[in-house]
């Protein structure tokens, strides 16, 4: 494998580890959301799954503006309300 199957194999492989290493986050933080906002099992499952769905939404929907604006400016505009999302 040469050139820009080798990339793209190496950049599909770097997305499925980091879609682990996301999964692996939400499961630390399953405490926290438990006590913030007194789930139960049944509520746990659902938040988590719920997020793990809006990733799958977020990259069904994210090719459009990423082919309309470019993908730089997609991403900076994305990072930016993730800052905002986070000082709310």
Same mark, same amino acid.
């Given at each position: 494998?040469k050139?820009a199957g080798l ?5 599909a492989s770097?997305?499925?580890l980091?879609f682990g290493?996301?999964?692996a986050?939400?499961?630390?933080a399953t405490q926290g959301l ?7 099992? %049944?509520g $746990?499952? /659902? #938040?988590? &799954?719920?997020?793990l769905f809006?990733t799958l939404?977020?990259?069904i929907?994210?090719g459009a ?11 900076m505009?994305? %990072?930016? $309300?993730? /800052? #905002?999302? &986070?000082?709310v």
């Open positions: 494998m050139g990339a793209a194999a190496v950049a770097l997305a499925g980091l290493f996301d999964t986050v939400i499961a630390g438990r006590t913030a906002f007194g789930l139960d099992a %049944a $746990l499952g /659902l #938040a988590v &799954s719920a997020a809006g939404i977020g990259s929907f994210a503006p990423g082919d309309r604006y470019g993908s730089r400016t997609v991403l505009w994305i %990072a930016i $309300l993730y /800052l #905002a999302s &986070s000082l």
